[in-house]
């Protein structure tokens, strides 16, 4: 799921290296587009050239529909996608400056650089220019400090701020760029005075603008994410198992796999980590309930073979994180019924004869053993050696010296 | 651009959002409601109503919330909170239980035998029916029976949840972190053990 380097999939050092390829990318897609010549940016201050408006609003649509659809299949964590912050005075002020230069040399910074490699002159006088506005920006920065840093309004969506929803805003856009599409090729015919006959051979973009405005008109009725997985079982498959009892460990179960030592079960604690802290069951990992289906634990818990057993002070908690990592398509997991005040009810509580649930006779003579048992090697620091007794793998590195030499000329 | 590059890319645009579409169309309808939305509310405070709640929704003139007992018929004959309608938790996902369940402006307060029991069930529900306001009672039948049947309201109860520590661990059980007595943070597990072998080598 993208973006792949702030999810850990990608190595963040290949950053500038990603950066080198994007932007050789975007080089090469702006001078195929024309954009190293002056005369055809400047063209949409003077309405003889609007190609600039086209193509920028295209590339803005392309994107922003790829990420409406990427978010709703789940490839894209929104979240993650670093959005600039808004300063308001300085984006004003800044853009300003950037429109005033744009029309008086006709380039943009990114533009001028695609055309000074070129070896068009304009553009390099533009790149020096914008050198030399960096270097006074620079030495005066303490000057424009106010300016530049003040009425930060953080990172808001304009379809936030205007109380609309993500896909209205998106239909509104392209409806909008689509219109700008007709107007800016009307102003051009006029401006250009182009010859009719020419205008009638011009390719229908009717069917493109129909598709684009449906598909923006599908999205308006997509949730902003998809309610299912293709992992995840139905909801009956979940019902039908947890009635039969799945998913459900008993506090002599989890005594068992402890005093053996068990390395096929990993307990997960829910609670607190001060809780946590303060006292665990040996070996326990500390999840927060809210973190169970992050991304950080996914690799958890559908790699690590083992059976995971979710526990709290008591059922309700661990039952609700079972149950979601269970429709999240997690296997091998569990919870413990009755949970910590359950274990230690049954272990400690002085209730002799305590039979669990639908035990006869015989199995409640077996169980009551294992129980004293069980009290006895706890009270006595049997979870201690417990945990110190757990293998830990080895990791071998081989350090090789240099021999000793004696000689010489 | 020639006519037939155009409406080549309009093509591939067109199949290329139907083929998308049709594949989130494969895994719909299984919820209408995402596992990590479910799981926020089912982890949010209000998601168990504690007694004192709970009476105060009782008392109400105009009842706000649908009061659904999940145990077993011969269960709910034998006892239940009085305006409850019993819908066993084996049968509550089926479509013909749906219908009293999507009456509109009322919240669902699910109890059961336990309070884990009615969690899960919510949890489910909540994931079938995306609008739907499902909460559950704390603590299982025999705890609101006592509670709020047989006489008045201990206060002490009226906050009274399931996950809440009973015991003082500690003075049980001794793990290797409170070893010493003192609560310290556990020591990291180290992931693995680093063994260096030596070896001279070289012409």
Redesign the interface.
Known sequence: MAPFIPQGLVNPELTLFFALVLGLGFGYVLEQAGFSSSRKLAGVFYGYDFVVLRVFFTAGITAMTGLLFFSYLGWVDMSLVYINPTFLWSAVVGGAIMGFGFIMGGFCPGTSLVGAVIGKVDAMVFVAGMFIGLFVFGHFYHTFEPLYTGSFLGSPFIYETLGLSRSLFALLMALMALFAFAITQIIEDRVNKTDPARIGKRPSYVLPAMMLAGAMLVFLFLPPEKSSGLSEPRCGEIMAAWQQGGGRVDAEKVAYDIIRGNQDVVLIDLRPQEHHLHFTLPGAVNIPPEELLSRRWRAFFRKDPRHKVFFGDGTSLAARAWTAAVRQGYEGVYYLEGGLNGLFDRLFAEKPGHAPHGSNGYMNQFSERFVREARQFFMEGGAIRAEESRPVPVRTIIEIKAPDVAGGC | ???KL??T??LL??AL?AA??L??A???????????R???K??DESF?VGYGELQGLLDEPERRVLLVDLRPAEAFAAGHLPGAINIP??QI?DQNAQGPLKEKNRAILLYAA????A???A??LM??Q?KAVVR?VAGGFEDIRAQLLEGPLDPSFRYF???????D??R????????DGE????PPV??????????????
């Open positions: 651009m020639t006519i155009l409406n890319g309009t645009f067109a959002l998308g579409l594949f989130a494969l895994t719909s309808g299984k919820y209408n409601q995402s596992n990590g479910v799981l926020e089912a982890l168990v938790a084996a996902l336990e309070e884990h029991e969690a899960t069930v949890m489910l994931g079938k995306k559950v949840r399931d996950d809440k520590a009973r015991f661990y500690n049980f059980m001794k793990t290797a972190t409170q070893a609560e310290t943070a556990p180290p992931e693995f053990r680093t063994e260096v072998v030596s070896v001279q080598g070289g012409c």
